[in-house]
């Protein structure tokens, strides 16, 4: 199975401590370990046992690496209660545990080959979006739950706000979510995942979630039953129902533009190549935005798109075509996995040069506070680590600004907002769109539509 990262003795202790928490297995219980690797759960299953004069139950481990399951093999042999099974755990099985535990593998839909997209879409609910396998995992699971069953995983914490994870999210929520426990991002060594551990008790129904924070702190909520973000719950907050929000007042809310080879298409604004300037438009990343200063781009991005954000055909680039045909640069750009579907010297996503290059406002996508700039002159094409927004009306640009650089936005969007490294906050387009706006605020076609 794709994905495996091994588990850490301690680690695999804390979490069978919660698996058993409501009480010891039993000879005739079962037990479930879906990506066994080399049966580090196992092993703590039986050291548990040991330690607390428990029997140790019929337990199943599954993988489908055969190294890894002899690895498991040498490390067991001679455990009767114990069964190791080589196959894929996604495939469809009518088996039923009384206790699962495990830590799914990790993998983007970006690991996943098509034939293997299209399975996982059609055969689960979870597989939305841009979904990762644990997603699934955590859905194979529940269904092979029995009937007042446990199960407890380590995850990326982030299946509770991403939009893709909005299905996992309620199923699981139905399932019924004793404790999510927030763990050191440290907890995998060499690798940063911000983990959590999740304990699902189906006879806990619809009651309320214990919620274990990095720093200790602990509160009981009662989860969300759709697939909207747990993080507002999680903090204290009600979604934001009914009024205009952001999407209201603003034309569009996007990501800036990804080419795909910064390196190549980036320049210092002083050495664009003579007879490019035609191509070359100013041009800053999340790094160079400061708050409360207007922006100043020190760069120039070479765009080889025409004013409505079409391709050029080869033969209209001229000398930017040499450029970008020198053999590094080239073999550079041939590189990118966007080169697989376009020409070669596409940008990894097609820019909407009409809409950027309007009046609009500009924020870090990553960042401690949210803040927001205004770009007036509407020159500027932000790179993909700013956020830009143009608005429907751009007489009101320095009112939407400043609207948005309130304490009330901060604190919708330190609510709503997934978390980066270090606390930091990471901004995405739907949470901005659904920011609360003053009705004043919304232009007055735009408000009669709402």
């Avoid at 300037?277 to 080889?304: H, I, N, Q, W």
Wanted: hydrophobic share 40%; proline share 9%.
């Amino acid at each position: 199975m794709k994905g495996f990262v091994p588990t850490p003795p301690a680690l695999v202790d804390q979490m069978v401590d919660k698996l058993f928490r409501a009480g010891p297995p039993t000879a005739e219980s079962t037990l479930l370990d879906p990506g066994c690797g080399s049966g580090v759960f196992v092993e703590g299953v039986l050291r548990w046992c040991q330690r607390n004069g428990a029997a140790i139950p019929r337990i199943t481990a599954v993988d489908s690496d055969p190294a890894r399951l002899r690895e498991a093999r040498r490390a067991l042999a001679g455990v009767a209660q114990v069964t190791l099974d080589e196959r894929d755990f996604l495939l469809p099985s009518a088996e039923q545990y009384d206790f699962i535990i495990g830590n799914p593998p990790y993998v983007s839909i970006m690991g996943l080959d098509a034939c293997e997209r299209a399975i996982y879409r059609e055969r689960f609910r979870a597989a939305s979006g841009r979904f990762d396998l644990y997603l699934l995992f955590f859905e194979q699971a529940l269904g092979m739950l029995s009937r007042n069953g446990r199960l407890v995983f380590v995850t990326p914490e982030k299946y509770m706000y991403v939009q893709s994870a909005g299905p996992a999210r309620q199923i699981l929520a139905a399932a019924g979510v004793e404790e999510i426990e927030l763990i050191d991002e440290q907890s995998f060594p060499g690798l940063v995942t911000y983990p959590a551990i999740t304990t699902v008790a189906c006879g806990h129904g619809r009651g309320p979630t214990r919620f274990v924070a990095r720093d200790g702190t602990t509160l009981d909520v009662r989860l969300p039953p759709n697939r909207r973000s747990w993080l507002a719950t999680i903090n204290g907050r009600q979604p934001h129902e009914g009024g205009p929000t952001l999407a209201d007042a603003f034309a569009r809310i996007s990501c800036g533009v990804a080419t795909g080879a910064d390196d190549v298409f980036v320049l210092p604004r002083g050495r664009v190549p003579e007879g490019l300037d035609r191509f070359a438009y100013p041009t800053l990343s999340g790094r160079e935005l400061v708050p409360g200063t207007e922006p100043s781009p020190s760069k120039m991005m070479l765009v080889p798109y025409g004013p409505n954000g079409e391709l050029l055909p080869e033969r209209r680039l001229g000398g930017l075509r040499d450029y970008l045909t020198t053999p590094d640069r080239r073999e550079r750009l041939e590189r990118r996995t966007c080169a697989a579907r376009k020409p070669w010297y596409a940008f990894h996503e097609t820019p909407p040069l009409a809409d950027l290059r309007k009046p609009k406002i500009l924020c870090k996508d990553i960042t401690s506070r949210p803040w927001f700039v205004p770009d007036l002159s509407g020159e500027i094409v932000p790179r993909h680590s700013v956020y830009y927004l143009v608005p429907n009306d751009p007489s009101r640009l320095q009112e939407l600004c400043d609207y948005l650089n309130s304490d009330e936005v901060a604190e919708y969007l330190m609510a709503h907002c997934q978390r980066a490294a270090n606390g930091f906050l990471r901004l995405q387009s739907h949470i901005l769109k659904q920011v609360p706006l003053p009705a004043e605020l919304v232009a007055g076609e735009q408000l009669a539509a709402v």
